[in-house]
Each structure stands twice: as C-alpha cells, then as structure tokens.
C-alpha cells in the first residue's frame, strides 16, 4: 500500500509585500500527529507562512495539498472549514464575552438558525475546558477576566470547537510561567495522540526539544532545512541554519574606540515590573550601544521607558549627569533625548501632514514667536535637516505618507536632528525598510553618532546590532545576560545567548 | 538650553524654497477643489433663490439678514473645527449657548449694564469649557459622554434659572447693537464680530503652534506626545476655545433677539459639526478648515432662507439638510480617493 500522503504538503509558496519577498518558494510538510516546529529569526518568513496557512493571506505561487488534495484557502472561515486553527501570539478573543461566547463565536450552536443556544454553547464549552485539564475556568466569565495563561486556554478550546485536524500556534509560551507551559504541553502531547497535527513556532530550543517531532528552518523567507528531527540536531547546527545569510548587510566604518569621556547617558536600576529587571547601562557621546534580544524580551519597554513614555516602577535615567523626571516626555525631549519608535506610522509620523510639518512638530519654539509660526524659516531648517540626511524626494512639502519606509525613518531622524537633540533612542530602525535602504539608513546613524550623538539602539536582528554598534547589551526575557564590545561577539553566540540564557559552551 | 548643543545646521535656511511660482498660482493651488465645490455650491443656492423669488432673496435686507442669522451658529462653528480638527466632539455647544445667554440676561446682570452682560456671557462659554476641557483632558473622560454630560446640566441650569420665562434686555446699548442704524456701511455688527472671530480662527489654525499642535494631536494624539507635545493640554485649551466662542455667540444671540431664553440654541451641536463635516474637517481628527466651515453655515443659513421665502415648511428644510451632508461627504470621499 502506498504511504500515507501528509495531511499538510504547502511546496513552491512565494509571497511579495511593496519592496519585501516575506517568503520565496517554501516547502513544509506536516504529518498527522506530529508536532512540527518552525524555527527563524525575526523576519525570516515565520508569521507570513502561517497567515497563509491560515488563509489570511493568499500566496503569489505555490500549491497547498490537505491530504492528497489540492485546496485553495481563500480566507480564515475556509482554513477553519477544512480543520486548520490559527492561535496567534497575539490572542484574538472578545474581552467582554463570555468564554463560551468566545468559544462559539462563529458558530454558535442555534435554534431555528438564529436563537442561540446558550446552555448548549455552556454544556460543550465546558466538556472542551475538561478535555483541556482547566475545568476551573467557568464558561459563563467574561474573557477580560481571565489571566494570560487562562486567555491561551480559552484560544485552544475555540480551536477544538472546531473539528480540528491542524493546530496552528504561534509562540505559545510567550506569555506563560513554567506551570502552565509544562500544561500546555501534555495538552499538546493529548491532542497529537489523538491525530491531530500541531504547527509550533517558538524561539526557545529547549521547548523544540521537548515536544516538537520535526523542524523546519526558515530564513530569508526560504525554507534552509526540513523536516529535521527535533531532539537530535545539534543546536549549533540549528543556529548556523539560521544565521547563514545571503543578504549581506554594508556597515559603515567604525571609527576608533571612543575616548573615555563622561557618559551622556546614564541609566541605573531602571525596572518595570513585569516587563523588565533593574538595568545599568551607559552610553557616551559618539558611542552606539545596541540592546540585542527577541521579541518579548523587553527591549522597546525599556526605551520607552528611558524616553518617559512608560513610568518606571524603579530606577532613575540622568542626562548630562543630571537626573529627568520619570515618565515624562516632554522632560526628556527638553534635555535633548530623541525616539524614533518602532511603530513609526502609529507613534512618530502624521501620516496626513507633510514631510515639513512632522520634522518640524519637536522645535516650534525655534520658529515662533509668541506662537507665530515663521514658514520660511520653518521650510528652510526642514529643508537643511533633510537634505542633510539625504531624504528622498528633495522636496519636504510632499505628504510624509507618500514617502518610502527608509526615507519615513529620516524624517523621523531629521526631526531630532533640527531638535538638536543629544541621545538618539532606535527602536527598530530598519522595520519596513526594504534592504537596499538599509545600508545608507546605517551610514546615516553612524555619522550622527560621529558627530557626537549618544546612540542606544535596539533590534531584535542580530546583525544589525552587531554590524552598528560599539558596544552590544544582550537581553533575554527582561534581564541583560551579557555586555561586551561588538567586535567580541558574533551572531551565533547571541543567538544562543538570547535562546539558552546562557554562555553556550 | 539644550540648542546651543546643535551643530549649526541652521546656517542653510537661505536655500531658496518653493515660493517662486506666480502668487496667482499659489492662490489657486491653495483654494482647492473642495473649497471650490463649496463656493459652487454656495453660488448655485444664490441662483436658486434669486430665480425663485428674485425680489426677496436678493434685497440687502434679506442678504443682511442671512448673514446676520449666519452669525450666531457661525461662531459656534470656528469653536467646534478646533475641536473636531483635534480629534474630540464638542456636543454641550447649545447648551452652553443658552445657559450663558440667560445667566448675562437676568436682572441681576443687567445691573452691570452692557459690560456686565458681555463679561457674564464669556465667562459662562469659558467656565462650561473649562469643566468640558479638564474632564476629558485629565479625567480621561470620552469627549462624547463628558459633553453631552454637559448639554443635559447646561440646558437644565438655564431652565432653572430663567423658569422658562424670556428674560427681556433693557440695556439701551445692547439693544441699539441690533438695530439698522448701527450697520456699518450697511453691515450689522455680529457680523463683523463673525468676521473677525473666522480670521482669528483661520490664523490661530494655519498660522500658530496653537493650531499645529491641534493638528498634530487630532492626527495622530501618540504621535504627538512622543514627538513632546503636552496633549493633555491642549485638549483643555481646546474645550476652553469651544467655551469662549459659545459665550461669544450666546452675547450675539442676546443682541439679536433682545433677550435671553433657555432654549436658545437647541440643536447648535448639530448644525455645527454639521457645517463643520461638510467644510471638510474630517470627523476622526487630524485635518480641519476654517474656510470650509464657514462655507458650510452659509451654506445651510441660505437654505434656510430659500425655503422660509419659498412658504416651505421646516420639516422639508431638514430633509434636505440630511441629504445635503449626504451628498458632501460622499463627494469628498471620492475626491480624497483620487488625489
């Protein structure tokens, strides 16, 4: 008899988004009853794979067979229909339903096709909470109330509502204590006991090893190795699949070591609870100092935090050895700090105003007096503050939104620059900046740090930081794991520095 | 203190700017099609009524009626573009209107003669925006629920206070202001005040950090306090302008009609974020014009007329009211999908 043909076979799937292939011909397969993981850094192709997957998104090329058969998933109802659920890492539950409404929510059990059952919705809502180990969860509570870990619970039963054949979880443990992974888990060893096959995306090695049956590797939106076993490859193997690059980056020239001056930033013992532990760190005037670590692991809290946009819990941030007032924008921006965060359409840019008018939002004061805007001396610094980053198009009355991502995160930078601020915070600053764009992007920070601006950078792609920065802060879960010059340290032992917590031996 | 610290970067502001093309042309490019479709509009509703009833609609009287009655509302509307441009809602403006007109009017007040009545109509608009302002800007409160909050208390302090009674002005001064021998050159005094209340609003909006900040918070309200804007702020400001122009229209009112009542200016809130949303202000903040919403109130103003001189009734004028900010919005839907 011939062998079973997967019950997942996605082969040649390409997707382009404006300037970025996300992913280019990848292949997985995905058998009945096994764990599968998938494995990449940030930008690797993980989260567009299983939107189309899920049907969010539809794929440019490529064929995706569900046992033997070609299928087409036109949206996220078609995916469910044929048994495929989607728990995304941000979870996608109604906070003022109930759990059972959640659960059911879509396909509420009904009388006369429009009264909704609700004790039915409650009976089977339950029986779903038992089968998942959590019968405490009381099917008549509003989501909102729940805990984090008990939110995930919710998420698995509404997809095991649906006559699931594929479980699709997008870091699931994120969010966890060590308890409720360890729970998690024997649910997922349940489930693919009984034949159902788990998608599992996850940064932590250890948990792969546990539980996950096969990997696949992504990078650069291919697939670099499939199928591998999960408990036997070695990490080191694991972490070269996903380092090796094709894309090569050009870093600007780092210039000699920064002489002993007075730091020009100084944070000690800033903490949030819950987002991240007491940090000490420095950064001098003409120095770049980059915080590398994964998503989750508090790296654009602490920015926002040392920017006043988020109140420490303890902990104080000093410029010039004098010390600000804790969550207060307006007093870092007055002592010379600049963000450019990593949302920049929804916290940095004025998507309707021009090019003009969003650099110059942080230094009216220079151009008014008692509140009447000057424009030609408003369009001129505008102008040099631009020209001087090289923005694209040398014309700054053009709406910022009709700009590229690149030339989006100057106007950003150009801000600061007319600001004339002293500490440059980067959170991100080459998200959605297409690759040929990147290289002048780092030149410009690198010149602004030649020119004496402190540079606190933070990117969770490890060569960024480690091509820009002098010196490197690596963060895993809130705690900074190890300090050491850029020039020390290589990809591979960030990675399993930021994966294992600790120095790989 | 922290500029001195600038590299001098600012030695290049003598790069020649954009400004060099014909003035005419920035003119024009400047009054946009928007704008333009307003004027049309505008125009054809002049048409209109001067076919209709050709003898009425076009006598200075008629003219200077419309414009006087244009007036009231239209000063009310400069406030609530600010506030709408900001992203908020300002739903107590009526409200406010009439509170401040009966609390200037009544016989305690009018003891204080002319002034007395001006002072206690402003400082009733701004008292109200003040109360507006630090509830959504520092009690977090939703714009919507705080003033319509305000509208309810408003119209009922104003009930209490004037028993439902008209509170007659007796105040020669006051009353001379509305009559036709105090036109000048033939154009009544509140509507010079409109004048001048739409050329401070249009400046303060295009031409101040007052107005840039309003921009910058309505577009974008993260954005803006990451970029070191006190938004919190600003909304107050904000209420407080809305405030001051209700007090403004609330004399106005007083002036117009002789007298004070509790339900003046029932339905302002409608009527001005309606000539507001048809100017072009877009209602989730982040872009606002003066120009437009006054174009908007004159706009409904001669609506209004047509149809009083025409013997229609009210209940046809707000048909076509509804189908005229019908109309409006989707026209400037598909003109901000093409451009």
């Known amino acids: 008899m011939a062998p079973e043909p997967p019950l997942l076979s996605m082969s040649g799937i390409t997707k382009s988004f404006p300037g970025v292939r996300a992913l280019d011909g990848v292949d997985l397969d995905?058998?009945?009853?096994?764990?599968?993981?998938?494995?990449?850094?940030?930008g690797a192709g993980k989260s567009t794979l299983i939107k189309v997957l899920s049907g969010a998104h539809q794929p440019d090329t490529g064929t995706i067979g569900w046992r033997g058969e070609p299928v087409t998933l036109r949206s996220p109802i078609a995916a469910m229909r044929l048994g495929i659920a989607t728990i995304y890492q941000e979870l996608d539950l109604v906070e003022h339903l109930s759990v059972a409404e959640n659960v059911h929510l879509g396909h509420e059990p009904t009388t006369a096709g429009f009264v909704v059952r609700a004790r039915a919705a409650k009976a089977s809502t339950a029986a779903l909470l038992r089968r998942l180990g959590h019968p405490e969860i009381d099917p008549a509570r509003l989501v909102g109330e729940l805990s984090a870990a008990q939110q995930q619970i919710v998420s698995m039963a509404r997809a095991l509502s649906h006559d699931v054949r594929l479980i699709v979880m997008d870091e699931p443990s994120a969010a966890l204590d060590p308890d409720e992974v360890d729970n998690l888990f024997r649910i997922v060893g349940d489930l693919t006991a009984e034949g159902v096959a788990v998608v599992h995306i996850s940064h932590r090695l250890e948990e792969i090893r546990r539980i996950g049956d096969r990997v696949t590797v992504l990078k650069d939106g291919r697939a670099v190795a499939r199928g591998l076993p999960a408990k036997s490859t070695p990490t080191r193997e694991v972490v070269?699949?996903?380092?090796?690059?094709?894309?090569?980056?050009?870093?600007?020239?780092?210039?000699?070591?920064?002489?002993?001056?007075?730091?020009?930033?100084?944070?000690?013992?800033?903490?949030?609870?819950?987002?991240?532990?007491?940090?000490?760190?420095?950064?001098?005037?003409?120095?770049?100092?980059?915080?590398?670590?994964?998503?989750?692991?508090?790296?654009?809290?602490?920015?926002?935090?040392?920017?006043?946009?988020?109140?420490?819990?303890?902990?104080?941030?000093?410029?010039?050895?004098?010390?600000?007032?804790?969550?207060?924008?307006?007093?870092?921006?007055?002592?010379?700090?600049?963000?450019?965060?990593?949302?920049r359409k929804a916290q940095a840019l004025l998507m309707l105003e021009s090019v003009t008018r969003n650099v110059s939002v942080s230094s009216m004061s220079r151009f008014s007096r008692a509140g009447w805007i000057d424009r030609g001396a408003e369009r001129g610094a505008a102008r040099a503050a631009t020209r001087e980053l090289s923005l694209r198009p040398d014309n700054p009355s053009v709406p910022v939104?009709?700009?590229?991502?690149?030339?989006?995160?100057?106007?950003?930078?150009?801000?600061?620059?007319?600001?004339?601020?002293?500490?440059?915070?980067?959170?991100?600053?080459?998200?959605?900046?297409?690759?040929?764009?990147?290289?002048?992007?780092?030149?410009?920070?690198?010149?602004?740090?030649?020119?004496?601006?402190?540079?606190?950078?933070?990117?969770?792609?490890?060569?960024?930081?480690?091509?820009?920065?002098?010196?490197?802060?690596?963060?895993?879960?809130?705690?900074?794991?190890?300090?050491?010059?850029?020039?020390?340290?290589?990809?591979?032992?960030v990675l399993d520095l930021v994966m294992e917590g600790s120095p790989a031996s | 203190m922290t500029q001195h610290a600038s590299p001098p970067r600012d030695n290049t502001d003598k790069v020649p700017t954009t400004g060099q093309v014909p003035v005419w042309r920035g003119l024009f490019a400047r009054a946009d099609v928007r704008t333009l479709s307003l004027l049309g509009v505008l125009a054809a509703l002049v048409l209109i009524g001067g076919i209709t009833k050709p003898d009425e609609f076009l006598d200075t009287r008629n003219l200077q009626l419309v414009l006087t009655q244009a007036s009231v509302i239209g000063v009310v509307t400069v406030g609530m573009t600010f506030v709408i441009t900001s992203g908020g809602i300002d739903l107590s403006v009526g409200a406010i209107v009439a509170l401040a007109s009966v609390w200037a009017t009544t016989v305690a007040t009018q003891d204080y003669g002319f002034a007395g009545v001006l002072f206690t109509a402003v400082i009733v608009g701004v008292g109200c925006g003040l109360v507006n302002g630090l509830l959504i800007a520092y009690?977090?409160?939703?714009?919507?629920?705080?003033?319509?909050?305000?509208?309810?208390?408003?119209?009922?302090?104003?009930?209490?206070?004037?028993?439902?009674?008209?509170?007659?002005v007796t105040i020669d001064g006051i009353l001379k202001l509305g009559e036709r021998?105090?036109?000048?050159?033939?154009?009544?005094?509140?509507?010079?005040?409109?004048?001048?209340?739409?050329?401070?609003?249009?400046?303060?909006?295009?031409?101040?950090?007052?107005?840039?900040?309003?921009?910058?918070?309505?577009?974008?309200?993260?954005?803006?306090?990451?970029?070191?804007?006190?938004?919190?702020?600003?909304?107050?400001?904000?209420?407080?302008?809305?405030?001051?122009?209700?007090?403004?229209?609330?004399?106005?009112l007083i002036v117009l009609s002789g007298s004070g009542q509790n339900t003046n200016g029932n339905l302002y809130e409608l009527d001005a974020i309606a000539a507001a949303i048809i100017g072009g202000t877009l209602l989730s903040g982040g872009r606002g014009t003066i120009t437009g919403s006054v174009l908007g109130v004159l706009i409904f103003t001669t609506i209004t007329n047509i149809f009083a001189l025409n013997n229609l009734q009210s209940d046809v004028q707000q048909i076509a009211k509804g189908a005229i900010i019908v109309a409006a919005v989707l026209v400037q839907r598909r003109g901000a999908s093409t451009s």
């Open chain 1, 30 to 42: 995905v058998q009945a009853g096994e764990v599968h993981c998938l494995l990449g850094q940030n």
């Open chain 2, 139 to 168: 009690g977090n409160m939703v714009p919507f629920i705080a003033t319509l909050a305000m509208l309810a208390s408003a119209r009922g302090l104003a009930l209490q206070i004037t028993d439902g009674r008209t509170q007659i």
């Open chain 2, 181 to 252: 021998d105090s036109y000048v050159l033939g154009v009544p005094p509140l509507v010079l005040v409109f004048a001048v209340v739409t050329v401070i609003g249009w400046l303060i909006l295009n031409r101040t950090t007052f107005g840039r900040r309003t921009v910058a918070v309505g577009g974008n309200a993260e954005a803006a306090r990451l970029a070191g804007i006190d938004v919190r702020r600003q909304r107050l400001y904000l209420y407080l302008l809305s405030g001051l122009c209700c007090g403004i229209a609330a004399f106005l």
């Open chain 1, 401 to 493: 939104r009709t700009l590229s991502g690149g030339n989006q995160q100057k106007a950003v930078l150009a801000r600061w620059l007319l600001r004339g601020c002293r500490v440059l915070l980067l959170d991100e600053p080459t998200r959605g900046v297409d690759v040929g764009a990147r290289a002048e992007l780092y030149a410009v920070v690198r010149r602004l740090a030649d020119e004496g601006l402190a540079v606190l950078l933070v990117s969770s792609e490890v060569p960024e930081v480690l091509g820009l920065a002098d010196r490197v802060l690596v963060l895993r879960e809130g705690h900074v794991v190890h300090t050491a010059p850029a020039r020390e340290l290589d990809e591979h032992r």
């Open chain 1, 240 to 343: 070269a699949l996903m380092t090796g690059r094709n894309v090569e980056y050009v870093f600007p020239e780092r210039p000699a070591p920064v002489p002993d001056s007075a730091p020009v930033l100084e944070v000690q013992g800033l903490a949030r609870e819950g987002e991240f532990a007491p940090l000490d760190l420095e950064v001098r005037a003409g120095e770049i100092v980059g915080l590398a670590g994964l998503v989750g692991s508090g790296r654009s809290e602490i920015l926002e935090t040392i920017y006043g946009a988020r109140r420490p819990t303890a902990g104080q941030v000093r410029v010039d050895g004098r010390v600000l007032r804790p969550g207060s924008v307006r007093a870092a921006v007055r002592a010379g700090l600049g963000l450019a965060p990593e949302e």
